[in-house]
Every structure is written in structure tokens, then in C-alpha cells.
């Protein structure tokens, strides 16, 4: 792994937290092992082993069901570590890929079968190389056509230029971790307002109310970010996903613990109702329909 790579918590304590039954994990990672499943030669990190065994055992120890499993930057192309995981976990994980513009339908249709129900657009500069938005709309007219939808990963000051292109998808969208807000402006900030927009006026998006550890600027309590996470979960309570996104690639600041992390869900869905629909029925109509 990089030198500066910070490796996940090796021991996340129990939540104190007791999420409802059959909740889902609806964004964490699987890498490698390397010696297993190579890293990208594209990739722009290279970040310490967490594999499905490791992960697996994050979900029991937090009191969680499922995973959604999505496809991070390190393994570029090669779904093959996802496919792996989700075989293993039979129908307790769902998986997001990201696929080249020129995948057979035959390869497709293999990735549905192992549970695939998503690809990742991914905006991010320092995780990806520029797309053309020709190739990613080739990509979305092919797997509209299979019920899947998108996933897209964009920092907020992307958010102006990608909303045209965002808003023309045909598709379910989704948008990790709340389209990451600088969480020192404000939830009331023509920013975040923006983002709030964009959600009110198309009904096809959702987006992921995680991450409080990469937003904060306060540290380890999340209160900074919090505020942001409940806003969404009032606004739009049948179109929030909750997740872990364990392992945690590319943290400077501090490595979460996933048992506090689960202690932060109350905080933003403040009543059993909104609770269930986030960790439940959310993800369930999204990935097991
Ligand atoms: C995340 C986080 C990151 C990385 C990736 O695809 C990836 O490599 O998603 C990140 O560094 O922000 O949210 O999964």
C-alpha cells in the first residue's frame, strides 16, 4: 500500500446503536487481495488489502444484513475482486461496477447474474482520468435497458457543470455521500441549496447521506456534518441510502471507527419510521426488487 495510506480500524467497537432488522451497508469497498485481484495499473492509489472475509465481518460485528459493494477507482475495469465478493455472499450483497464503453452484452448480463444492479460514474479528479460524457452516455443507454441505475461520485464545485449531463441520464441516480458539501458553509448556503435542487426537481435522483468522516472538519463527532445528512433525510425520506464505505480508502485526517459511525444514523434519521426506510426499505426496493 502507499506509504501515507492509512489501513481501516482493525477493531470497530459494537454500536451502541441497534440498527433495525435487515439493514444494508449500501456503500462499502472490497480490495483486492492484491495477490488475488491485482490493482488497475490505472489506478491513482494503491491502498492497503480489505477483502470480502474482512468485510463480512464488519457487517455482523455492526448488526447489519446486506452490503451493496461498489466498485472503487483502485480496480478500475476489473470487477473480478466485486463478482468474487458478491458470489461469496450469495443474496446478502448487491454490487455497483464500473464497466468499459465497450462491454458485451454476454459480460453484462454476467455481471446481473452475480448481483450487479449498478455502474459508477466517477467525477473525482484525483481518483480518475477524465471520461468523455459520450462514453458514460453510451454506458447508460446500455444498462438502462437491464433496470440498473447510476451512481455518481462528484465533488460539489463539479456540481454546476455536471448537472445538465446528470439531469439528462435515464435513469435512477444516485449521488455518493450528499455530493460532498464543504460543511464549513452551511446547510442553508446557495451551495447545499443547490444540491437540495436538484433533488426536489427530479424525483429519479437519491444520494447517500455517508461519509461523515470525510466531510467533517471538526473531527471524530460528526456534529459539523450532521445537520446536512438529517436535511436530506426529512426532505426526501424514500430516496436516502445509508453506508459505511469501509474500508475507507484515502483518509488523511483519522481512521473512522464503523461501530461510531452506525452511532451517527440516530442523529440524522431521528425516528424509527426514517430509520427503517433509510437502512431498509430504501436500499431493499433499490437492489433486491
Ligand atoms: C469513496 C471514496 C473514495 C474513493 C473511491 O473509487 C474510489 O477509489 O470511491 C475517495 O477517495 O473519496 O467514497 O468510496
Known amino acids: 500500500m502507499d506509504s501515507s495510506y492509512l489501513a481501516f480500524h482493525p477493531n470497530p467497537s459494537k454500536p451502541t446503536f441497534n440498527v433495525p432488522p435487515g439493514s444494508v451497508d449500501a456503500h462499502c469497498h472490497v480490495f483486492g487481495p492484491a495477490a488475488e485481484f ?24 455492526l448488526g447489519f444484513t446486506r452490503n451493496v459493494i461498489v466498485q472503487a477507482s483502485c480496480h478500475g475495469r476489473n470487477n473480478d475482486a466485486l463478482v468474487d ?3 461469496a455472499a450469495g443474496s ?3 454490487g455497483v461496477a464500473v464497466v468499459n464503453p465497450d462491454i458485451t452484452d454476454a459480460e453484462l448480463s454476467a455481471l446481473d447474474a452475480a448481483g450487479v444492479r449498478g455502474v459508477r460514474f466517477n467525477f ?6 477524465s471520461t468523455p460524457k459520450s462514453v458514460f452516455q453510451g454506458i447508460a443507454e446500455r444498462i438502462a435497458a437491464l433496470g440498473w441505475h447510476i451512481v455518481v461520485y462528484f465533488e460539489a464545485p463539479d456540481l ?18 450528499m455530493g460532498r458539501p464543504d460543511v464549513t ?18 424525483d429519479n435522483f437519491w444520494t447517500k447521506v455517508s461519509c461523515p468522516e470525510r466531510l467533517t472538519v471538526d473531527g471524530p463527532a460528526y456534529d459539523d ?6 436535511e436530506l433525510v426529512d426532505r426526501f425520506p424514500d430516496r436516502v441510502l445509508w453506508g459505511t464505505d469501509w474500508p475507507h480508502p484515502n483518509m488523511k485526517s483519522h481512521m473512522p471507527d464503523d461501530g461510531h459511525l452506525v452511532d451517527v444514523i440516530p442523529k440524522i434519521a431521528t425516528t424509527q419510521e ?15 426488487r
Not at 188 to 202: A, T, V
Open 38 to 61: 491485482p490493482y488497475a495499473p490505472e489506478r491513482k492509489y494503491t491502498p492497503c488489502d480489505a477483502g470480502k472475509k474482512q468485510l463480512f465481518a464488519l457487517r455482523d460485528q
Open 85 to 87: 465478493a458478491l458470489k
Open 92 to 94: 446478502l450483497a448487491r
Open 124 to 129: 473525482v479528479k484525483r481518483l480518475v482520468d
Open 160 to 177: 454546476k457543470e455536471l448537472t445538465p449531463f446528470l439531469t439528462s441520464l435515464p435513469t435512477t441516480v444516485v449521488v455518493d455521500h
Open 185 to 202: 458553509k452551511g446547510v442553508d448556503h446557495p451551495d447545499f441549496q443547490n444540491f437540495i435542487r436538484l433533488l426536489s426537481e427530479n
Open 225 to 230: 456534518v450532521v445537520p446536512y445528512a438529517r
Open 274 to 288: 426514517k430509520q427503517r426506510a433509510l437502512l431498509v426499505d430504501n436500499p431493499m426496493r433499490l437492489y433486491w
